[in-house]
């Protein structure tokens, strides 16, 4: 994972979604806090990597991964429309798609 030390653990004590945290924690990230990012980890990997391993399963810690690493960049196309979460949860089911076509892909190349 991105973040040493850091667990990815199904908690369902986690505190609720908080979408103004998530907010200001987005707008530090995009201001080149990494602090930002390790509190938006510690606060959506459970959930990322539940709506990941019901697309991809053997992949998903990776997908996770894959998220926050490009989370940076990714942030230039969130408006703000919606909740941070939900934005959020998007850009990972598009990244755990992505990765199902690519290994897809890669079985059919292999199989010609």
């Known amino acids: 994972m991105p973040f040493p030390g850091v667990t990815i653990v199904f908690d369902q004590t986690a505190p609720a979604a908080d979408s103004s945290l998530d907010a200001r924690l987005a707008a530090r990230l995009r201001a ?27 992949d998903a810690e990776d997908v996770v991964q894959d998220v926050f690493v490009g989370l940076a960049i990714a942030l230039r196309g969130y408006e703000e429309r919606g909740t941070f979460g939900a934005w959020l949860r998007g850009v990972t089911v598009r990244t755990a798609l992505a990765r199902r076509r690519h290994h897809a892909n890669r079985r059919e190349t292999a199989l010609e």
């Open 32 to 58: 080149g806090d990494g602090t930002a990012l390790d509190e938006l980890f510690r606060r959506h990997a459970g959930t990322l990597l539940r709506v990941a391993s019901a697309l991809v399963d053997e």
